[in-house]
T-cell receptor, first 113, second 115 residues
Framework: KAGVTQTPRYLIKTRGQQVTLSCSPI?????VSWYQQTPGQGLQFLFE???????NKGNFPGRFSGRQFSNSRSEMNVSTLELGDSALYLC????????????FGPGTRLLVL | GENVEQHPSTLSVQEGDSAVIKCTYS??????FPWYKQELGKRPQLIID?????GEKKDQRIAVTLNKTAKHFSLHITETQPEDSAVYFC??????????????FGTGTRLLVSP
């Protein structure tokens, strides 16, 4: 079974631009969560989608948004990029049932100049 | 808010020694505690997890213990090998009936195993 995939793997943007990241979950998984990983803040929860609905959101500004499609693929969008948005963005998928293990994708490394 | 503290931040051991990483969580309703291993430039990989109704779980050289009263859980690696070198993250989560689990991560422990 193929693992979680993310595209693109690397991205360079400038301040003020916007970016869209994509995540394809493991087949059969209906839950997709997004995390931001930085050296200073570690791994922080952004939001989680299940059956096209956002079920919970972390403490990030409204510039960070996401959506999920009927095939469970998810996208994350960051508008008006800031230098501090430079990070590794990881998505994780699970069945979404109680106690379902989360499996991480390889991440998208975003550099904002 | 929810918080997970992880110690130590770095740990250096000799091959064959044991390594112990400790975490403390703040949300007493947390009921799921996974551990992830992240090698340089790679994705976090689940290595073991434990539910709140279990006090200890083992998988070959890896074991996790949970003390719900003290809100502590620990990762134990025995007979360490150089390939165990990586950053290890603990996490805690309150799994709801809906299945949603927001993982709150510790700050990570960089483990270096010297031959």
């Amino acid at each position: 079974k193929a693992g979680v995939t993310q595209t693109p793997r690397y991205l360079i943007k400038t301040r003020g631009q916007q970016v869209t990241l994509s995540c394809s979950p493991i087949s059969g998984h209906r839950s997709v969560s997004w995390y931001q990983q930085t050296p200073g803040q570690g791994l922080q929860f952004l939001f989680e989608y299940f059956s096209e609905t956002q079920r919970n959101k972390g403490n990030f500004p409204g510039r960070f948004s996401g959506r999920q499609f009927s095939n469970s693929r998810s996208e994350m969008n960051v508008s008006t990029l800031e230098l501090g948005d430079s990070a590794l963005y990881l998505c994780a998928s699970s069945f979404g049932q109680p106690q379902g293990t989360q499996y991480f994708g390889p991440g998208t490394r975003l550099l904002v100049l | 808010g929810e918080n997970v503290e992880q110690h130590p931040s770095t740990l250096s051991v000799q091959e064959g020694d044991s390594a112990v990483i400790k975490c403390t969580y703040s949300d007493s309703a947390s009921n799921y505690f996974p551990w992830y291993k992240q090698e340089l430039g790679k994705r976090p990989q689940l290595i073991i997890d434990i539910r709140s109704n279990v006090g200890e779980k083992k998988d070959q050289r890896i074991a996790v213990t949970l003390n719900k009263t003290a809100k502590h859980f620990s990762l134990h690696i025995t007979e360490t090998q150089p390939e165990d070198s990586a950053v290890y993250f603990c996490a805690a989560s309150r799994i709801k009936n809906t299945g949603f689990q927001k993982l709150v991560f510790g700050t990570g422990t960089r483990l270096l195993v010297s031959p």
